[in-house]
């Protein structure tokens, strides 16, 4: 039986970590994803020298992954302060052990964290306001945490809040808008909010969720957290479905 011959990385040669044509050791690979935020936030001014950001820190994978990211490379940058913020929607047996997370992150990282629920600001958390209202859970708890977020930067006085989407959520999004002939949301998908909202940036939408997980694993902080009772059939999960069987036929499609 001939052994198989270990994956190197292209730059220094150690055993690889990451495979799908670009071969990389963990370093190398680690490297190369802290260089695509950076690249993005630069080419696109996504964060300016003096500015103060906000960071929707839910304790999942691609928020903390945000966190730990800006955390590292935002001292390059003059004068720029991050403070994360965590909604707490007051869900039973799902939400308490994201929050501890969030928590412990922060404070690793050394960086200001704020806790708003949704009792606090809308009397009851998510399983009574439910009971008041025909909707999906997903969607009056969407809504309910992007008004939150919102207040919360406003009330800190913060142009910016960044966000976790990632390459794969920019492209269910868009799918989603093409099924549901969305055109006004096709349209206007890049264009920056106006008004009194605050300015949303996605530094890891130039990452798949491939890249984000395993540089969350390489760097400690991913989790394995109970999914939310409240998930289940959706659009996008249908979509989801859809661009993962596309990728096990064509693999190069996700980079």
């Known amino acids: 039986m001939v052994a198989e011959t270990p994956l190197l990385c292209k730059i220094c040669g150690a055993n690889a970590v990451s495979g799908r044509g670009n071969f990389l050791c963990e370093i190398h690979f680690c490297e190369m994803v802290e260089k695509k935020v950076r690249a993005h936030i630069e080419d696109q001014n996504l964060i300016l020298n003096n500015e103060h950001i906000a960071v929707a820190l839910s304790g999942g994978k691609d928020s903390s992954v945000l966190l730990y990211i800006l955390a590292k490379i935002l001292p390059e ?85 960044a966000t976790g989407h990632s390459l794969d959520d920019e492209a269910e999004t868009a799918m989603m808008n093409i099924l549901t002939a969305n055109i006004d949301a096709i349209i206007n998908t890049a264009s920056p909010n106006s008004g009194k909202e ?38 996008r999960a249908e979509v989801r479905q859809i661009f993962l069987d596309l990728e096990t036929k064509y693999p190069k499609i996700t980079g």
């Not at 306001?129 to 913060?158: H, P, W, Y």
């Not at 890891?204 to 390489?218: F, K, Q, T």
Request: aromatic share 8%.
């Open 198 to 235: 605050s300015l949303r940036i996605k530094p890891l939408s130039v990452l798949n969720e491939h890249e984000i997980a395993l540089y969350g694993i390489l760097k400690g902080i991913f989790h394995e957290f109970p999914e939310c009772p409240y998930a289940g059939p959706s659009l």
């Open 77 to 161: 940058f003059e004068g720029v302060k991050l403070t994360a913020i965590t909604v707490d929607e007051g869900i039973p047996n799902y939400r308490e052990e994201t929050l501890t997370y969030a928590q412990e992150l922060a404070t690793f990282l050394n960086i200001e964290h704020r806790i708003v629920s949704f009792r606090e600001n809308f009397g009851a958390p998510l399983p009574d306001l439910l009971k008041k209202r025909n909707v999906s859970a997903c969607t009056l708890c969407g809504v309910l945490r992007r008004k939150i977020l919102e207040q919360e930067t406003f009330s800190m006085d913060v142009p910016k809040l």
